[in-house]
């Protein structure tokens, strides 16, 4: 198993690296790579130069850009990289991995990813030529990494392999960023550093920072947004970065948020590239940041916040704030200082009265004594009470027409009329979210005593702030209520069609990994906000003039650096984030070598970033979390223990070769990046015919299965969306609900279509009925080594085992090339570094899909409120009792009824999808299918999670967990079958 | 400043009252939603005298009694005029014509407190404090026959740190005819279905998890909670001869101080133990 994930892994990073610009940029790129090459190279002293001289002589920071940008540019990272010798390297270690991986039967995904990595190279090798010599250094590292992976990979050949090759590039850029300046964040993203500048296009970039000044830089054309904001950050000095992002503004008032795993170009398109970083996540308690520095960008965003008005606050607060905000720039009150009108350069509020000022500086007096850093956390205290804190505005009409605001926060959806708040819909109630043109859906589970649930809908101005609002969701969603990153944030909202997904970490993540921060409290001058009072609104500044930005491209760089260096003498350490600590190191070395001596060293002796080590932790700590969760699941969770305790044996597992988590040490710093997925795929094709055909849940059945169930867990019962399918007759319906009445005023929908509603209700009923019986659940555990493979299904109406298997792997082969390519990349560096900490474990789950959905734009058509379905749940029963066997158990649960026409009834496939995400130690892969019979629809979702990890790691809780988290996804949805496959690994590599 | 920093430590706290002398045209010229039996003045003074004696006396409140006006027979009811949050009141414009000039007096008497005061001068708005429920948290406002939208948006406008909800309110006068904080945390609320959907709403409404006190009657349902430093949680409510059964439940509050308060007449014009007080709190910000 573990070979094969690896190798899945590996492929996926490959392929996200390359597959990503494969597949928009590949074609681009081949047509483009060898023009930019030339010109580039052309061009003194940026890519080649700084790939080849730049050791001895430190390319120009233009150079060290390039770098960067190339490597997170795409595929052509492989190419790129001068090293033409790693190039090498990896085309001798790719065929053989090839070989190895079709060997071991892995996944075609990898070997069209080695395929399409092995083209590159050939193209990269014939670009590079010049490095020779740093790519023979590179190459002996790489190798030397190489083996050392291996040993600790367990021989996951292929992903040892690619992993060396990871770490080749990685050490290939170490060593280039040594010599030369080099970017953190583009390497953590890119995990092979381009080092050749040939094909880099680079764009000047401008980021408005919060303190107001400008940030430029030069970005590859084609640089994702992750190699900006990890710039950005860097140049900060954050390292609690995921509360924050980057915005840019179609207009004045039309601002989106910078995609980090997309490709920067594709989503500004023709605008100019000016940024604004911003806080994107207000977190509910500033006093659980760990570092000052971030509670200070907090309290500048805040600053601007309020002073624009977009926060609104009482004059007391006002008052308060600001004295607040005068203690924490300006010290204590100095009466001979600070006269009469020193207040009047700061803003406090959009509407400054002198009696304010007043009040502002008699409380300043009060606050003698706190230092900056305690100015600001009382700040934050008293601001994060404000009602709309955090809470992020949309204009939007009710379905009566009606002017609304919706408010999306870290508790959920707010309603707004005027300034009141006229309805809430925290994220447990809202089922699903979606949009279609300009309307934006939600799906609310039903109050109590109400039997249905209901789809609200609000009118968008455009379809272009529909779907900024459906994001904004899915990322507050995703950051404040989903524990784990990996958590399939796409699966809960899936909307059909958009492929978005938060792909950062979550709230929890982030806090664990902020526990982790292990370095001296950075050094930061905080800014007057007398200079932000002036830019409050966070519209992009004007665009500085090119020339400007070009001259920053050669000089500023430096130039930039050179004030960092001064600023940031003792702080650099901080900017290493990801292990590109190394990079920055080599420029600021003088001045560095103090405090980063120490902890680059360690860094470097761990071969991981400070970034990895909270990767691990992250995954301990996760664990823990999740127990807490998952105390409720014991059932679950006991099966698994007892099939772990039975069979210590390491055996590899083969179980899942769709993703394979490499686990490739150094590498890439950062991480998280990523959980990518790819829903739009249709394999409806694929034979997923005999998959069932389950309408609606009904509640009721639910409930009585689950009584016979034994495991309660996989019981929750999912309520299976049928509205979600476009196809059939569930779409159209809409429920009413009681609340209606107060709420009525935006709820319209509802009333119209309950009749609707209830009349498919009652056909979803019976529907639900045959679908329990059909229902079957299955847990499979068997033990292996470190890996468990827990497909779960939460299909009412089971499908074959065998069917779904296919299904998944069909669907995998195609989708989880890309997929697997997006997130192989964020598992790679996950792995790596939990190997590098040694102990932690990695777990690697995939979930298989959940799914729901239609490949079809979100739901409903345009104003119909569609509400489908019943709740039904089902019951898992246990027909097989897990065979604990030393090395391999299986345990499966059918639900009692077994669908018996799943079999013979032969639906229309309406719609297949495949979902795959993976996170440090899991990979779940979501199959969706849809079908269509007798005009029932069914909508059949399988997941399938592979944790992988050492002994240290729990499995059964992070298995309870996976199932947990899949029936919270999918409330609607009944769980029918659990097969949990438990494989111990060998120390050896071979595969049981 | 007290500002939000207060939070729900302070909720509850108060230095001061202002309560209102009964005219003695309450008796046959106050509105009421249901005719009934005559209001018994003399009765109704003590009551008044006792619910007054209670805040002055027995929990040291500074009590700013504002003398009667007989052309404003419901001007007992003061609560409805001016809703005061920490520093900063406001003066409502009452749903009642009748009673819009008793924002006067009371006004007055919240500027000699050094009160922020707003007005509501909006003519399309109105606004009875009696809709009015502030948790500590953030503000619940009962959209009903005295109040309305745009008062609504007033009272938002004029506390903008704090949520604004509205509540719909059919079956009673005010919101705060069935429901009234009983505790920092803590909503008493009626049992009648009214009482229960409006706290529903509520619930749904806030990002905060109230706890609960139902009782059996609505009215009773209308308590005054205080917080006094030297005494702790104070509660004042319905006694157990009019409401025994849900006496008996307040009894049930081990932690506060509880101290029962017949309010039979005033009820018979819809009047509840908040309406008859506006509680403020200055010693916390100075």
Redesign the interface.
């Known amino acids: 198993m573990t070979t094969e994930v690896g190798s899945e892994t590996e492929v996926k990073k490959d392929s996200e690296q390359l597959g990503p610009d494969k597949a928009k940029d590949k074609p681009e790129e081949a047509s483009e790579t060898p023009g930019d090459q030339k010109s580039r190279e052309a061009s003194p002293g940026e890519a080649q130069d700084s790939s080849v001289p730049a050791p001895t002589s430190q390319s120009s920071p233009s150079s060290q850009k390039k770098e960067k940008s190339s490597p997170e540019s795409k595929g052509i990272s492989r190419f790129l990289p001068p090293w033409l010798k790693k190039q090498k390297s990896y085309t001798l270690a790719e065929p053989k991995d090839e070989p190895k991986k079709r060997a071991t039967g892995e996944e075609q995904v990898v070997e069209e990813s080695e395929s399409q990595a092995q083209p590159r190279k050939s193209l990269e090798e014939a670009a590079e030529n010049q490095e020779n010599a740093k790519a023979d250094d590179k190459e002996k590292h790489s190798i030397s990494s190489a083996e050392i992976q291996p040993s600790k990979e367990d021989g996951k050949e292929t992903e040892v392999e690619e992993v060396a090759e990871k770490k080749e590039e990685k050490q290939e850029e170490k060593e280039n960023r040594e010599t030369k300046e080099v970017q953190t964040a583009e390497i953590k993203i890119d995990n092979v550093p381009q080092k050749s500048p040939k094909k880099i296009k680079t764009v000047q970039c401008k980021v408005m920072l919060l303190d107001g000044t400008e940030y430029s830089c030069d970005l590859e054309k084609r640089a994702k947004g992750q190699v900006l904001f990890d710039k950005v950050c860097e140049h900060l000095n954050l390292l609690e970065k995921d509360y924050f992002g980057l915005l840019f503004y179609e207009n004045s008032e039309q601002k989106n948020w910078l995609d980090s795993s997309k490709e920067i170009k594709r989503q500004i398109r023709s605008l100019p590239w000016i940024f604004t970083f911003n806080v994107k996540f207000y977190p509910p308690d500033p006093s659980q940041l760990t570092e000052d520095i971030t509670r200070y960008f907090l309290c500048l965003q805040l600053r601007q916040d309020i002073a624009s008005g977009r926060l ?6 006002h ?2 704030l600001g004295s607040y905000t005068l203690q924490a720039e300006l010290g204590d009150h100095d009466p001979e200082e600070h006269r009469s009108d020193y207040i009047s350069e700061f803003q406090f509020a959009p509407n400054q009265t002198q009696e304010m000022e007043e009040k502002v500086a008699e ?1 300043h007096k009060t606050h003698r004594g706190l230092t900056p850093a305690q100015a600001d956390s ?1 700040f934050l ?2 601001a994060k ?4 804190y955090g809470v992020d505005l949309h204009h939007a009409k009710d379905s009566e027409g009606v002017d609304i605001m919706l408010g999306v926060c870290a ?1 959920g959806l707010l309603i707004y ?8 819909f ?1 994220w447990p109630k809202i089922l699903k979210i979606s949009y279609k043109r300009s309307n934006f859906y939600i799906k609310v589970r039903p ?2 005593l109400e039997q249905f649930e209901s789809t609200i809908g609000f009118k968008l101005p455009n379809h272009r702030a529909a779907k900024r609002l459906w994001k904004v969701c899915v990322e507050h969603h995703t950051f404040f209520r989903l524990v784990s990153p990996e958590q399939p944030p796409k699966a809960k909202f899936l909307t059909l069609g958009s492929k978005f997904r938060y792909s950062g970490r979550t709230q929890a993540q982030t806090r664990q990994a902020s526990n982790l921060i292990d370095r001296p409290a950075p050094y930061f001058e905080r800014t007057s906000s007398k200079r932000v009072s002036r830019s409050l609104d966070g519209a992009p500044m004007g665009v500085s003039d090119q020339s400007l930005l070009r001259d920053f491209s050669a000089a500023g760089g430096r130039a930039a650096g050179d004030k960092i260096i001064d600023l940031e003498a003792t702080g650099q350490d901080k900017l290493k984030e990801g292990g590109r600590e190394e990079d920055e190191s080599p420029l600021k070395t003088p001045q560095l070598e103090l405090t980063q001596d120490g902890k680059i060293s360690s860094l470097r002796v761990d071969g991981e970033n400070i970034y990895v080590r909270h990767s691990n932790l992250m995954l301990e700590d996760l664990d823990k979390t999740q127990d807490d969760l998952l105390k409720h699941q014991a059932s679950i969770s006991e099966l698994k223990r007892n099939f772990m305790e039975s069979t210590p044996e390491p055996r590899p597992n083969e179980w899942e070769k769709r993703r394979i988590t490499p686990l490739s040490l150094q590498t890439q710093g950062s991480s998280h990046e990523t959980l990518d997925i790819v829903e739009e795929k249709k394999q409806a094709e694929f034979g997923i015919e005999e998959t069932l055909v389950v309408d609606e849940t009904n509640k009721g059945k639910m409930q009585v299965a689950t009584d016979a169930g034994e495991t309660c867990k996989v019981e929750h019962v999912s309520k299976k969306d049928s509205s979600s399918l476009p196809s059939d007759s569930s779409s159209s319906s809409s429920s009413s609900e009681s ?1 209606d ?2 709420v009525g005023e935006y709820l319209p929908h509802h009333r119209a279509i309950e009749e609707v509603i209830r009349e498919e209700q009652e056909e979803e009923e019976d529907m639900k009925r045959k679908e329990h019986e059909e229902n079957t659940q299955r847990v499979e555990a068997i033990p292996e080594g470190s890996k468990l493979n827990v497909p779960v299904e939460h299909t009412q109406v089971t499908a074959e085992d065998l069917v779904q298997e296919n299904t998944v792997t069909v669907a995998a082969e195609e989708k989880n090339l890309s997929e697997q390519i997006k997130q192989d990349l964020g598992e790679e560096k996950e792995e790596e570094q939990l190997k590098l900490n040694g102990d932690v474990s990695h777990v690697d789950i995939d979930v298989a899909p959940q799914l729901i959905c239609c490949s079809e734009p979100p739901v409903v058509k345009t104003e119909m409120v569609t509400i489908s379905d019943a709740t039904q749940r089902t019951e898992i029963s246990t027909k097989e009792i897990p065979i604990v066997q030393t090395e391999t158990k299986t345990i499966t649960y059918e639900s009692s009824q077994l669908d018996g026409n799943a079999g013979g009834d032969t639906g229309v496939l309406v719609s297949a999808q495949t979902i795959t995400s993976e996170s440090i130690s899991t990979t779940t892969t979501t199959h969706i299918t849809k079908m269509v019979k007798g005009g029932v629809s069914e909508t059949r979702i399988e997941k399938r999670i592979v944790i992988t990890g050492d002994a240290d790691i729990d499995h059964d809780e992070a298995l309870a967990q996976a199932i947990k988290e899949a029936k919270e996804q999918h409330p609607d949805m009944s769980v029918t079958r659990v097969v949990v496959h438990k494989e111990t690994e060998l120390a050896e590599e071979d595969e049981d | ?5 207060g ?1 729900l430590a302070a909720f509850g706290r108060c230095t001061h009252a202002v309560v209102r002398a009964l005219p003695e045209s309450l008796c046959r010229q106050a509105l009421r939603s249901t005719a009934g039996p005559e209001v018994d003045f003399a009765r109704a003074e003590r009551e008044y005298q006792l619910y007054v004696g209670v805040l002055r006396g027995k929990l040291g409140l500074q009590v700013l009694e504002l003398p009667a006006d007989e052309s404003l027979p419901d001007c007992v009811f003061v609560e409805d005029v001016a809703v005061v949050c ?3 009141a406001l003066l409502t414009r009452p749903g009642a014509p009748s009673r819009r000039k008793e924002v006067e007096a009371m006004k007055r008497v919240l500027e000699s407190l050094n009160l ?1 005061i707003v007005e509501m001068v909006d003519e399309n708005a109105t606004l009875d404090g009696g809709d009015v429920l502030f948790t500590g948290r ?1 503000f619940f ?1 009962g959209l009903s026959k005295r109040t309305n ?1 745009r008062g ?2 007033i009272l ?13 309110v059919h079956d009673s006068l005010h919101l705060k005819s069935f429901c009234s904080m009983a505790g920092p945390n803590l909503i008493a609320i009626g049992s009648s279905e009214a009482a229960q ?1 409006a706290l ?2 509520m619930q ?4 905060h998890r109230y706890d609960k006190l139902t009782v059996p009657d609505d009215a009773a349902a209308n308590c005054v909670y205080l917080n006094i430093p030297s005494k702790g949680h104070v509660l004042l409510h319905r006694a157990p001869e009019e409401y025994p059964e849900s006496a008996k439940v307040f009894e049930k509050l081990k932690d506060h101080m509880l101290i029962p308060i017949a309010n039979t007449e005033l009820e018979k014009v819809d009047g509840s133990l908040t309406c008859c007080s506006v509680l403020i709190n200055k010693a916390s910000e100075l």
């Open positions: 609104p606050c009482s004059f007391v607060t008052a308060l409380l009382q205290e008293n009470r404000l009602s709309m508790n009329k005027d300034r009141l708040r006229i309805n809430r925290a109050a109590e609340e009445e107060e | 400043m007290a500002g939000l920093s939070g920490e520093e900063t922020n953030e406002v939208q609504a948006e938002a406008d004029t506390f903008k740190d704090y949520a604004v909800s509205t509540v719909p959907k529903k709403t749904q409404m806030s990002d």
